[in-house]
């Protein structure tokens, strides 16, 4: 009766309909960076309220408004890692192209501008490396994780790829359904090897480019007015490895290759209001709307080096949250600038969607989808609201330009927040990993310096970032009954960093 049930439920789960992805994934494709030009990461991005710069084209479109003459720019920067060492796909440091821009501006009237834009920035940079090494195990093991919940009928469960490798490995003839395998003949109890430690390492590359189209203008000099409409590129690319040492010698290697790819659409408006006349002292404000984003991923994973049969590859959706953000910003004569900006996130609000139909064909096909309601439990319950916080400043001296500033985002991931890998959801059936990081708040800090020479412009930065975080190699405090006894297989956390260093040059040009 079991063995039938078991099946049942696995058959159940291959047939489910295109995927939603899972919580984690949702939070790091939604999460975004510090860049953009190099005189506004050089301010901590805090020129939201002060604009005339193009990397405020996203943050507060009403920026583009304060441009007085044509400009042109072209960022590029080189970005590294330290704490880790090069593996597989993944490097230490990479040269990035990160900005290309343009702004016309016209003017219609005594104080009066129109302008238009259009400014290319990556929004997100993957460039990461992650390692957890060597931790005494002391018998919890992922590949007893998913014994476990095969024979605990009490809870039902959505069987992932990685569980299906694992079962594999553990019956004959590579048969997903053979049980009596797993079954010692004496006591009639389910057992796994022991195991004395684990190895993990992924390596993931790509990046979030944003194609992004503005119109702005003033009324008066005092009201700004600007909306962008954004286009984003997605190019995800992991290779992980995670080995577990059993106590009889035998390592059991799991290893998968993951990818991202896909586009997205928002919408961002913005207001910048000078309070008064014969002041310089500006507050902005901006909403940006959901990424509503169409989304394909693939994996291909293979265990002690036998390739899982299936290479899974999906199309689903995934809805980022609102954002709102509030500015400040004064400069003192020709000399000082200083800006503040506030945004905020509810990452709770994140939707992923099953895609279920399709309509027509070619050119004119077109899906429906539906929200995982499984998985967006789980979204709510790991994930929470974040706020980020800029201040920077800047100082003239003649030709040349002084900056800095800081910037800070709350914790994406809850404390207490687990991958969990027994629900009953798509987003877990595909799934060919059960790693996560509960990644903590980000601390970013830059310095800048800027020369001007007649209608050319030179900026640097340097930003500095750091994100401490738990990581886990399978979801934790974990309780199975197996034949009246409970079994416990709660990894500890493994403290991780991702310090990164980033270096921007940008060139610009007024016309």
Same mark, same amino acid.
């Given at each position: 009766?079991?063995?039938?049930?078991i099946?049942?439920?696995?058959l159940?789960?291959?047939?489910?309909?295109?995927?939603?992805?899972?919580?984690?994934?949702?939070? /790091?494709?939604?999460?975004e960076?510090?860049n953009?030009?190099?005189?506004?990461?050089?301010?901590?991005?805090?020129m939201d309220?002060?604009?005339?710069?193009?990397?405020?084209?996203?943050? %507060?479109?009403?920026g583009?408004? !304060?441009?007085?003459?044509? &400009?042109?720019?072209?960022?590029?920067?080189?970005?590294?890692?330290?704490?880790?060492e090069?593996?597989g796909?993944?490097s230490?440091?990479?040269?990035?192209?990160?900005?290309?821009g343009?702004?016309?501006?016209?003017?219609?009237?005594?104080?009066?501008?129109? %302008?238009?834009?259009?400014?290319?920035?990556?929004?997100?940079?993957?460039?990461?490396?992650v390692?957890?090494? /060597?931790?005494?195990?002391?018998?919890?093991?992922?590949?007893?994780q998913t014994?476990a919940k095969?024979?605990?009928?009490?809870r039902?469960?959505?069987p992932?790829?990685?569980?299906?490798?694992?079962?594999?490995k553990?019956?004959?003839?590579?048969?997903?359904?053979?049980?009596?395998?797993? !079954?010692?003949?004496?006591?009639?109890?389910?057992?796994? %090897?022991?195991?004395?430690?684990?190895?993990?390492?992924?390596?993931?590359t790509?990046?979030?480019?944003n194609? *992004?189209?503005?119109?702005?203008?003033?009324?008066?000099?005092?009201?700004y007015?600007?909306?962008?409409v954004?286009?984003?590129?997605?190019?995800?690319?992991? /290779?992980?490895?995670?080995? @577990?040492?059993?106590?009889?010698?035998?390592?059991?290697v799991?290893?998968?290759?993951?990818?991202?790819?896909?586009?997205?659409?928002?919408? *961002?408006?913005?207001?910048?209001?000078?309070?008064?006349?014969?002041?310089?002292?500006?507050?902005?404000?901006s909403i940006?709307?959901?990424?509503?984003?169409?989304?394909?991923?693939?994996?291909?994973?293979?265990?002690?080096?036998?390739?899982?049969p299936?290479?899974f590859?999906?199309?689903?959706r995934? *809805?980022?949250?609102?954002?709102?953000?509030?500015?400040?910003?004064?400069?003192?004569?020709?000399?000082?600038?200083?800006?503040?900006?506030?945004?905020?996130?509810?990452?709770?609000s994140?939707?992923v969607?099953?895609?279920?139909?399709?309509?027509?064909?070619?050119?004119?096909?077109?899906?429906?989808?539906?929200?995982?309601?499984e998985?967006?439990?789980?979204?709510t319950?790991?994930?929470?609201?974040?706020?980020?916080?800029?201040?920077?400043? @800047?100082?003239?001296?003649?030709?040349?330009?002084?900056?800095?500033g800081?910037?800070?985002?709350?914790?994406?991931?809850?404390?207490?927040?687990?991958?969990?890998?027994?629900?009953?959801?798509?987003?877990?059936?595909?799934?060919?990993?059960?790693?996560?990081? /509960?990644?903590?708040d980000t &601390?970013?800090?830059?310095?800048?310096?800027?020369?001007?020479?007649?209608?050319?412009?030179?900026?640097?930065?340097?930003?500095?970032?750091?994100?401490?975080?738990?990581?886990?190699?399978?979801?934790?405090?974990?309780?199975h009954?197996?034949?009246?006894?409970?079994? !416990?297989?709660?990894?500890?956390?493994? @403290?991780v960093?991702?310090?990164? &260093?980033?270096?921007?040059?940008?060139?610009?040009? *007024?016309?």
């Amino acid at each position: 009766m079991i063995k039938s049930i078991i099946m049942a439920v696995v058959l159940a789960a291959m047939s489910l309909p295109l995927s939603a992805q899972d919580a984690y994934d949702a939070a /790091n494709i939604t999460s975004e960076d510090l860049n953009g030009t190099a005189r506004y990461v050089g301010m901590g991005g805090a020129m939201d309220a002060l604009g005339a710069d193009l990397s405020t084209i996203s943050s %507060n479109p009403a920026g583009i408004g !304060i441009f007085r003459r044509s &400009h042109i720019s072209g960022t590029i920067g080189v970005q590294g890692q330290s704490g880790v060492e090069n593996f597989g796909i993944g490097s230490k440091a990479h040269v990035s192209f990160d900005q290309l821009g343009v702004v016309f501006s016209t003017r219609t009237g005594m104080k009066k501008f129109l %302008n238009f834009a259009f400014n290319y920035n990556k929004s997100r940079d993957f460039h990461q490396i992650v390692r957890a090494s /060597n931790i005494t195990f002391d018998g919890m093991s992922q590949h007893a994780q998913t014994l476990a919940k095969f024979c605990d009928m009490a809870r039902p469960y959505c069987p992932s790829a990685v569980d299906k490798l694992y079962l594999r490995k553990y019956t004959s003839n590579n048969s997903l359904y053979d049980f009596d395998k797993l !079954i010692d003949p004496v006591d009639s109890m389910y057992y796994s %090897n022991y195991v004395d430690a684990f190895d993990f390492a992924r390596a993931v590359t790509g990046y979030i480019g944003n194609y *992004n189209l503005n119109i702005s203008g003033n009324i008066n000099d005092r009201v700004y007015l600007g909306a962008t409409v954004g286009l984003h590129d997605v190019h995800y690319d992991s /290779n992980m490895s995670y080995s @577990e040492m059993q106590s009889n010698g035998e390592p059991i290697v799991l290893s998968e290759d993951h990818q991202i790819t896909g586009t997205g659409i928002d919408v *961002n408006i913005g207001i910048i209001i000078r309070p008064w006349a014969e002041s310089p002292f500006r507050i902005g404000a901006s909403i940006s709307t959901p990424t509503w984003y169409t989304l394909t991923s693939s994996y291909y994973d293979c265990l002690n080096g036998v390739q899982m049969p299936e290479a899974f590859a999906y199309k689903y959706r995934m *809805n980022t949250p609102w954002k709102f953000g509030v500015s400040a910003g004064h400069t003192f004569g020709e000399k000082y600038a200083v800006g503040f900006g506030y945004e905020y996130q509810d990452y709770t609000s994140c939707d992923v969607r099953i895609i279920d139909e399709y309509y027509g064909y070619g050119y004119d096909e077109y899906s429906r989808s539906q929200s995982d309601d499984e998985m967006k439990h789980e979204i709510t319950k790991n994930l929470k609201g974040v706020h980020s916080f800029k201040i920077g400043g @800047e100082m003239r001296l003649k030709d040349f330009a002084l900056r800095a500033g800081y910037n800070f985002v709350s914790r994406i991931y809850s404390k207490e927040g687990v991958r969990d890998q027994t629900i009953v959801s798509p987003g877990v059936a595909y799934a060919s990993s059960t790693d996560y990081t /509960n990644w903590g708040d980000t &601390h970013r800090v830059s310095v800048g310096v800027g020369y001007s020479y007649h209608k050319l412009r030179i900026d640097m930065a340097y930003q500095y970032s750091i994100t401490k975080g738990e990581f886990f190699p399978f979801m934790k405090d974990d309780v199975h009954v197996l034949s009246d006894v409970s079994y !416990i297989n709660a990894v500890p956390a493994t @403290e991780v960093k991702n310090i990164r &260093h980033h270096l921007l040059l940008t060139m610009g040009y *007024n016309f």
